[in-house]
């Protein structure tokens, strides 16, 4: 679309883009600035936070201090009928701590020995109520959640357990505040915040306790789920809250929904949070500030710069127009016509270069008719020439056809009867093995039988003709271990009856594991019975390629795999042995070279593919791979 368009509104668009990319990378950098800020922001809330619960916590522990006092106080024994002690120490403790509502001393059956200040009604007994029975359970000192007193009034209480000499737990000290008084209310005070912020504290159950404004305590707090599982954790958070709480009536609160930075952190001396809320608009006033002055800046920026843009395109594009119409009469043939002046700048030599170049043009044109005069007719000249080189080329390609197509039939010729002969061949042997075992070797046995009927014979000829036989016999027996070896390697029977598997290891093992070589055969996939062919071509290849380990390698250990799955059989052959360059055997005319021939002969007639690794002390790995196609 930007190439279709005139010049002048190319200038505008590339001057807007580059504003637009230029106003983004700042928009960017405000936005990094903003949420820099924010972050400070927010960190700033969480550390005025952890600052006021650290001195809500300080004033706690000090509170628990005087109350321990009270428990090692001279003279001081629960156990004992003398209270003076007792009271002197209470009546101390409640001039230096903030239990507001009075300080006691608590028997270990939860009931009240004294009270200061002391009140006229009886002594209330306490053990109904949790933190009591919790300080009693774990001989720890606890702080209450909010809770209302047999009078109706709604207190939180320190306990301190108090132990006798030999460490039982025998009563406790305690002492309560009232939190509509204003005792915790100073110590919690804002600091730092707006105008509309306040600070509160919650106990365990989202409960305000205290709060920079009074009318929020004795309040269920907007987020008092999640501030029990925060003080539950222990875990402080700072967060903008978008919309996150109803309205309420409280005076710290927004009086409708809205957003607030909330700062919130557990104190560590009771089961309390501490929580800053602010409005957001008041915290984050200042990246506010920084949005708003971008917008400011960069609207106006942005506008000028179009309007520039478009003023010096102006300047650009008249002498331009000017030039493209001489170069519209130029391209409609026109030459003669001179290119106007357009003054000094780049336009100007470029218009001046411009008639140049129709002079030059229209001096090349001229010389082009006369040369595209003399190459017409040159090229019917070479035009008659390809013609007659034409039908000679014709006949060559004929005859290589004709060719090519005897040597295809030759070479599908050989492979028949390589086919045939391999097959003649297993057949011939089949047919010899057979002959061997049942003639040859049925004799031989029965000789050895003979010979060994001899020589257990008692009173038949003397020792030296015993001697000869015994000669004889084990030359007999050697003859037909020889025999019957031969006839495993011209057709294994047990390639016939049992399949590829047992033939392949039966001979890797008789081959291999009388020279201390070690055989592994593993096999993977479903096993079945091959095609014989397929059987057949396998294993003279496998038996191929143990001979060689068996005669050359010099190996301590060889793996034989075999590979079944739905289209395709494979045998993988390794060894650690001496290893050879299988370029250089493969060029060589040793039996050895072509025993590798015979092994890829085997496996092409079959359609499938050998590969043979191997490189000198590195040894070797043959690798097989037959499809099985319509044979499986």
């Not at 030599?349 to 129709?358: C, E, K, S, Y």
């Not at 002079?359 to 000249?381: C, H, M, P, T, Y």
Request: aromatic content about 4%; proline content about 4%.
């Amino acid at each position: 679309m930007l190439a279709n368009g005139g010049l002048q509104r190319r200038i505008v668009v590339l001057v807007a883009t580059g504003m637009a990319v230029v106003l983004a990378l700042l928009g960017t950098l405000s936005t990094l600035a903003v949420d820099e800020s924010t972050r400070r922001t927010l960190q700033e809330r969480l550390n005025l936070a952890e600052a006021a619960a650290q001195h809500l916590d300080d004033v706690l522990k000090q509170n628990l201090e005087v109350l321990q006092g009270v428990a090692f106080f001279h003279g001081v024994d629960i156990q004992d009928a003398d209270l003076d002690p007792e009271r002197r120490a209470l009546h101390d403790a409640y001039f230096h701590t903030i239990f507001g509502d009075g300080v006691y001393l608590v028997d270990r059956a939860g009931m009240t020995l004294w009270r200061e200040p002391a009140v006229v009604e009886p002594f209330p007994e306490l053990s109904q109520y949790a933190h009591v029975r919790e300080a009693f359970g774990t001989g720890k000192p606890v702080i209450s959640d909010i809770y209302v007193t047999a009078v109706g009034r709604p207190v939180v209480s320190m306990v301190i357990p108090v132990k006798n000499a030999q460490g039982e737990l025998v009563g406790l000290v305690g002492g309560d505040i009232d939190v509509t008084s204003t005792g915790l209310q100073k110590i919690i005070q804002p600091m730092g915040l707006g105008p509309s912020g306040y600070v509160q504290v919650v106990d365990s159950k989202g409960m305000v306790l205290a709060a920079s404004t009074r009318s929020d305590v004795l309040k269920e707090s907007d987020h008092s789920n999640r501030m029990a599982g925060l003080i539950q954790q222990r875990r402080p958070v700072v967060s903008t809250c978008h919309d996150c709480h109803q309205p309420t009536a409280s005076a710290g609160a927004m009086a409708t929904k809205g957003q607030e930075v909330m700062a919130f952190v557990p104190l560590q001396a009771a089961p309390w949070g501490l929580v800053i809320r602010e409005p957001e608009h008041e915290a984050l006033a200042p990246a506010r500030r920084l949005q708003q002055q971008f917008l400011l800046f960069g609207t106006p920026v942005f506008f000028i710069a179009i309007a520039l843009a478009w003023g010096a395109a102006q300047s650009v594009v008249r002498p331009i127009t000017t030039l493209t119409r001489a170069a519209e009469k130029i391209a409609n043939g026109n030459l003669s016509n001179r290119t106007p002046f357009l003054g000094e700048d780049e336009i100007g030599r470029l218009a001046l270069t411009f008639d140049v170049m129709r002079v030059k043009l229209k001096e090349s044109l001229d010389s082009f008719q006369r040369l595209n005069r003399e190459l017409e007719s040159r090229v019917e000249q070479r035009a008659r020439d390809l013609r007659a080189s034409e039908g000679e080329l014709q006949q060559r390609n004929r005859e290589l056809s004709m060719l090519y197509g005897e040597l295809v039939i030759k070479d599908q010729t050989r492979g028949e009867l390589l086919r045939k002969v391999i097959t003649a061949q297993e057949d011939e042997r089949k047919r010899i093995a057979r002959e061997l075992h049942d003639e040859t070797s049925q004799s031989l046995a029965a000789l050895v039988v003979a010979l060994e009927a001899m020589t257990v014979s008692p009173d038949r000829g003397s020792v030296e003709l015993k001697k000869r036989i015994e000669t004889v016999k084990s030359l007999a027996v050697r003859t037909l271990d020889n025999i019957n070896e031969l006839i495993f390697d011209l057709r294994p029977a047990l390639l016939d009856d049992l399949g590829l598997i047992p033939a392949i290891k039966w001979y890797a093992e008789s081959r291999l594991q009388a020279g201390g070589v070690k055989v592994h055969i593993e096999t993977c996939g479903d096993e079945r019975r091959l095609p014989p062919e397929v059987e057949t071509a396998l294993f003279r290849t496998t038996q191929e390629a143990i001979t060689n380990i068996a005669k050359h390698a010099h190996a301590d250990n060889v793996a034989v795999t075999l590979g079944f799955d739905d289209s395709s059989v494979s045998v993988e052959i390794e060894d650690d042995g001496d290893g050879f360059d299988v370029s250089a055997a493969s060029k060589s005319t040793s039996d050895g070279a072509f025993g590798l021939l015979g092994m890829r002969e085997r496996v092409t007639l079959l359609d499938g593919n050998l590969d043979i690794s191997s490189e000198p002390g590195g040894g070797t790995r043959v690798s097989i791979v037959v499809p099985l196609g319509h044979r499986g």
